[in-house]
């Protein structure tokens, strides 16, 4: 089947999503630049919550433009991944009105894990339908970052009950190693 409604509804998700989490930001009690100051958690954490939102779209939009049709196992995959990305809302407020406290910042470290690890899933998914010329498989080669990144995730929920600033680095990081697509799959989707 054609990949389009799978698109159209990942974008109505992502939507929903960072709408839910731009509601949850809540306007001063005061009006002087101390009450403001004091809501810099909740700012920062919505902040960070959106630049991982913004990056899954923006990978997702950049991945599929390798993937002509998808099945069954892709809309389920796909799904698996858009249910992780909804509980990101929760996690960024719950840790944003806490001041990063440990189990609010770890929950948010598992918040960003999971959809990660749906995200492996979906691409092997995909490669599997798409059968041994796979240009999906072929894209991702080493797929240096995808290490790399579960690591991190996993180091910043063990940080986050001895230093929770430490736990937020490791999260910063991994969105800075993502901000910027990779190149090659604009180069590969232009010569299929």
């Known amino acids: 089947m054609e990949k389009h409604r799978l698109l159209a509804m990942t974008d109505g998700v992502v939507a929903i999503i960072i709408t839910i989490m731009v509601l949850e930001m809540k306007a001063p009690e005061g009006t002087d630049f101390e009450a403001l100051h ?5 700012f920062f954490s919505y902040a960070l919550s959106f630049v991982y939102v913004a990056i899954y779209w923006n990978n997702h939009h950049h991945y599929f433009h390798l993937v002509p049709r998808v099945n069954g196992a892709v809309l389920w995959a796909n799904f698996h991944l858009l249910f992780w990305l909804s509980l990101i809302p929760f996690a960024t407020a719950w840790m944003g ?31 599997r339908a798409q059968g041994d010329s796979s240009p999906l498989r072929s894209y991702l080669g080493r797929d240096l970052k995808a290490k790399i990144s579960p690591v991190l995730y996993l180091s910043g929920i063990g940080l986050s009950f001895a230093a929770p600033w430490a736990a937020l680095l490791c999260y910063l990081t991994v969105a800075i190693m993502w901000l910027v697509p990779d190149k090659r799959i604009e180069k590969m989707a232009t010569h299929n």
């Open 97 to 127: 009105e806490h001041g990063f406290a440990p189990v609010p910042t770890a929950l948010y470290g598992v918040s960003l894990l999971m959809p990660a690890v749906a995200w492996w899933i979906m691409q092997n998914v995909i490669v």
């Open 38 to 42: 004091e809501l810099w958690p909740v």
